[in-house]
T-cell receptor, first 111, second 114 residues
Framework: EAQVTQNPRYLITVTGKKLTVTCSQNMNHEYMSWYRQDPGLGLRQIYY???????DKGDVPEGYKVSRKEKRNFPLILESPSPNQTSLYFC??????????FGPGTRLTVL | QKEVEQDPGPLSVPEGAIVSLNCTYS??????FMWYRQYSRKGPELLMY????GNKEDGRFTAQVDKSSKYISLFIRDSQPSDSATYLCAMSAVSGGSNYKLTFGKGTLLTVNP
């Protein structure tokens, strides 16, 4: 089944404790992206990757890092999480167009 | 002025009603227009995708784009309780070879009552 998977789905952590949210797609898509969804603000892009080893900032990259060492994986790294990063995170992928497929989301709470 | 404006609702209709969902935008560079449906606790899923102005129909769903008015619509005919979800409009100015960033509206929560 073609899909984007994210892990973990739910995470509660404390300020400053480094964490990684994984994202994997099995559709051989070149383009991958991370969004965060917040009430009243909608979905906003954090980082994106056009292909392996090619990443760039979206609209709200502060406090996040990404890497793209393999085509299928695009992990999101929070080196020192803060409460304002409490949010619902979505990974998305696309073959090379605008029809993006979204993962199921990761709900992160930073205390 | 926000790039994309969408009435958050909530919108509640009886089963079988015609539903109209709308977004306005300010960036005249937007060329690609999409509607996503998001069920509670799920990721957005692509419903409709149109390029530039015009209409596109897919079953009970019709998407309309009026670039001159910077206004897009999604119509749902014969609405069903299974259509109850948040509907997100999304737009992009990309023509290829660059960031396929989607700019989203905040979403409209729709409930279809049996």
């Amino acid at each position: 089944e073609a899909q984007v998977t994210q892990n973990p789905r739910y995470l509660i952590t404390v300020t400053g404790k480094k964490l990684t949210v994984t994202c994997s797609q099995n559709m051989n898509h070149e383009y991958m992206s991370w969004y965060r969804q917040d009430p009243g603000l909608g979905l906003r892009q954090i980082y994106y990757s056009m292909n392996v080893e090619v990443t760039d900032k979206g609209d709200v990259p502060e406090g996040y890092k990404v890497s793209r060492k393999e085509k299928r994986n695009f992990p999101l790294i929070l080196e020192s999480p803060s409460p304002n990063q409490t949010s619902l995170y979505f990974c998305a992928s696309s073959l090379g167009g605008l029809e993006q497929f979204f993962g199921p989301g990761t709900r992160l709470t930073v205390l | 002025q926000k790039e994309v404006e969408q009435d958050p609702g909530p919108l509640s209709v009886p089963e079988g009603a015609i539903v109209s969902l709308n977004c306005t935008y300010s960036n005249s560079a937007f060329q690609y227009f999409m509607w996503y449906r998001q069920y509670s606790r799920k990721g957005p899923e692509l419903l409709m995708y149109t390029y530039s102005s015009g209409n596109k129909e897919d079953g009970r769903f019709t998407a309309q784009v009026d670039k001159s008015s910077k206004y897009i619509s999604l119509f749902i005919r014969d609405s069903q309780p299974s259509d109850s979800a948040t509907y997100l409009c999304a737009m992009s100015a990309v023509s290829g070879g660059s960031n396929y960033k989607l700019t989203f509206g905040k979403g409209t929560l729709l409930t279809v009552n049996p």
